[in-house]
């Protein structure tokens, strides 16, 4: 059973768009919500992450918009580049030991 | 600072055998977990380990089994492979502050 839902599997945005990934939690305990992001080749690196006391948090291009009583939260990407090109992957945590990882989304922005 | 280290990279085995995969952590860090990515799947935690004791177990068979070392590294062992157990095999490692820091990953293929 997949404890996080991720969507959509794939995404193109032409360059300069808003690329936006979504995601989805059933479990109220997860009070900890990464955004991960993995290039061909590489292991995942933490991009952003949230927790549920607040609805948004920001960080350069990077925003993640939470909100609680859906029980969803999505990244969004201003302005996206080329060099964002890469699979995503959203998570949630209630220990902070034993992640649960979303299918992943694979960017393609297009110069 | 060194990153997370695993070996091999790349491995191919054939069904029945066993095999064993090694992850150094980032120095000074206690805490490493084992995820198994493979497409569609995302990654999917097998378990934890924290000064050599496992914290966390994800929902995998007994096959997958693990250890930790009083230097923190940590090795996993699949035992009677099945062609399904073909994946990326990622480590991490953390200071206990929620983020995780992932190794590149041993790919196992099963033949």
């Known amino acids: 059973q997949q404890q996080v839902k991720q969507s959509p599997q794939s995404l193109i945005v032409q360059k300069g768009g808003i690329s936006i990934i979504n995601c989805a939690y059933e479990n109220t305990a997860f009070d900890y919500f990464p955004w991960y992001q993995q290039f061909p080749g590489k292991g995942p690196a933490l991009l952003i992450a949230?927790?549920?006391?607040?609805s948004e948090k920001k960080e350069g291009r990077f925003t993640i918009s939470f909100n609680k009583s859906a029980k969803q939260f999505s990244l969004h990407i201003m302005d996206s580049q080329p060099g964002d090109s890469a699979t995503y992957f959203c998570?949630?945590?209630?220990?902070?030991?034993?992640?649960?990882f979303g299918t992943g989304t694979s960017l393609t922005v297009i110069p | 600072k060194a990153g997370v280290t695993q070996t091999p990279r790349y491995l191919i085995k054939t069904r029945g055998q066993q095999v064993t995969l090694s992850c150094s952590p980032i120095s000074g860090h206690r805490s490493v977990s084992w995820y198994q990515q493979t497409p569609g799947q995302g990654l999917q935690f097998l378990f934890e380990?924290?000064?050599?004791?496992?914290?966390n177990k994800g929902n995998f068979p007994g096959r997958f089994s693990g250890r930790q070392f009083s230097n923190s590294r940590s090795e996993m062992n699949v035992s009677t492979l099945e062609l399904g157990d073909s994946a990326l095999y990622l480590c991490?490692?953390?200071?206990?502050?929620?983020?995780?820091?992932f190794g590149e990953g041993s790919r196992l293929t099963v033949l």
């Open positions: 991490a490692s953390s200071l206990g502050a929620l983020e995780l820091f």
């Open positions: 949230i927790r549920p006391d607040v």
């Open positions: 380990y924290f000064s050599e004791t496992q914290r």
């Open positions: 998570a949630a945590s209630h220990t902070g030991n034993q992640f649960y």
